[in-house]
């Protein structure tokens, strides 16, 4: 009657042996996978979400900029076209010489 406790005592140690084994093996194979999944990712050059998001927000700011640089240089070219319609409606001087604008670099140096 001792030989059968002994019986199920071994084959309870040897189930929890291969439990053991197989637990280990499990774990081993987990930290293969995953490194063989982050070379993969390495190599396919991706970036990570955060670094993403940084480059997107800078061009969404360069698109803002540049926007309001197109913007500007708009009313700039407006501006410069009624400034030259006006000056070509002006009726020129009593003597024939057309009087000249003075750029605002000139005025400053101008003759008094």
Do not use: K, N
């Not at 637990?23 to 993403?52: C, Q, W």
């Amino acid at each position: 009657m001792t030989e059968r406790p002994r019986f199920f005592d071994d084959l309870a140690g040897l189930a929890g042996g291969a439990l053991s084994a197989a637990s280990g093996l499990r774990d081993e194979m987990s930290a293969m996978v995953r490194t063989r999944v982050e070379e993969a990712i390495r190599r396919l050059d991706l970036v990570r979400r955060d670094e993403f998001d940084a480059v997107m927000e800078l061009a969404s700011r360069a698109r803002a900029e540049a926007d309001a640089l197109a913007a500007r240089v708009a009313r700039l070219e407006e501006m410069a076209h009624r400034s030259e319609a006006a000056e070509t409606s002006v009726p020129s001087p009593a003597d024939g010489e057309a009087e000249q604008a003075l750029t605002p670099d000139q005025e400053g140096s101008a003759p008094d």
